[in-house]
Every structure is written in structure tokens, then in C-alpha cells.
């Protein structure tokens, strides 16, 4: 019998949390700590957000993950996802960073104003 939601959710943050702590590669995770569906993978993203809360790590905005298909077909995921930008991350302004920080780098561009507002809740963000 596999582990329930709940269990797997939580182990998932914790792995999560860790790798990012340890700037491990995406995807070197366990397989049995992946959620199954979006709506998991989504519950993932959530519980891991109020984490980050938690450690004083704010929400600085949302963005479109895996717009391109390349992306979407390394990940099994066959449409675009949301996601948010920690605080710690986002810089709108010069800022002098080490690659030894990062495990991948790149550039994200946003093609849409900024907002303070959460689109799906229809609510300002805290």
C-alpha cells in the first residue's frame, strides 16, 4: 500500500525545502515523492509556499512556469503551469549574484504589468 496524500505532500515539502537548501538539481528528487496529479502537485506547492512564509520568505508576485513544450515534455506535464516568485529571488534592480548560488541559471522575462493582486483569488496579496 502506497502512502497516503497527506504523508507524501509532507515528505515532498520537506525534500523540497532541503534541496533547495542544498541547491540540488531539479529532478534528483525520490520518484515516490512526485506527485501523481496536478491537483497533489499543486497541494505540494501550497503547503510548501506557507513554508517559506513560515522562514519569513515572502511572495513577491506569480508567474507562468513551463510555457515552452520542450519544458513541459521534460517534466510529463502537457500544458503551462503557475507558480510563485519568492521575494529572495525576484530583483528589479541591479544586483551583483554568484552562479555558485544557483543550480541553473537563466533570465525570466515578464511580458504582462506588475500586480500586487491574486489573479485566481481576486484578492490583494498579503
Same mark, same amino acid.
Given at each position: 500500500?502506497?502512502? *497516503?496524500?497527506?504523508?507524501?505532500? !509532507?515528505?515532498?515539502?520537506?525534500q523540497l525545502l532541503k534541496d533547495r537548501d542544498e541547491?540540488?538539481?531539479?529532478?534528483? *528528487?525520490?520518484?515516490d515523492l512526485t506527485p501523481?496529479?496536478?491537483?497533489?502537485?499543486?497541494?505540494v506547492q501550497d503547503a510548501l509556499i506557507k513554508r517559506y512564509q513560515d522562514r519569513?520568505?515572502?511572495?513577491?508576485?506569480?508567474?507562468?512556469?513551463l510555457a515552452s513544450k520542450s519544458m513541459q515534455q521534460s517534466v510529463g506535464i502537457p500544458h503551462p503551469i503557475e507558480g510563485p516568485?519568492?521575494?529572495?529571488?525576484?530583483?528589479n534592480e541591479h544586483v551583483d549574484l554568484s552562479n555558485a548560488d544557483y543550480v *541553473?541559471? !537563466?533570465?525570466?522575462?515578464?511580458a504582462g504589468p506588475p500586480s500586487r493582486t491574486d489573479f485566481l483569488q481576486r484578492r490583494p496579496l498579503d
Open positions: 500500500m502506497g502512502m *497516503s496524500e497527506e504523508i507524501r505532500v !509532507c515528505r515532498a515539502v520537506e541547491n540540488a538539481r531539479f529532478g534528483d *528528487s525520490p520518484v501523481p496529479n496536478l491537483p497533489e502537485g499543486y497541494k519569513g520568505q515572502g511572495i513577491d508576485g506569480w508567474k507562468v512556469g516568485i519568492l521575494e529572495s529571488l525576484s530583483h *541553473s541559471v !537563466c533570465v525570466e522575462a515578464d
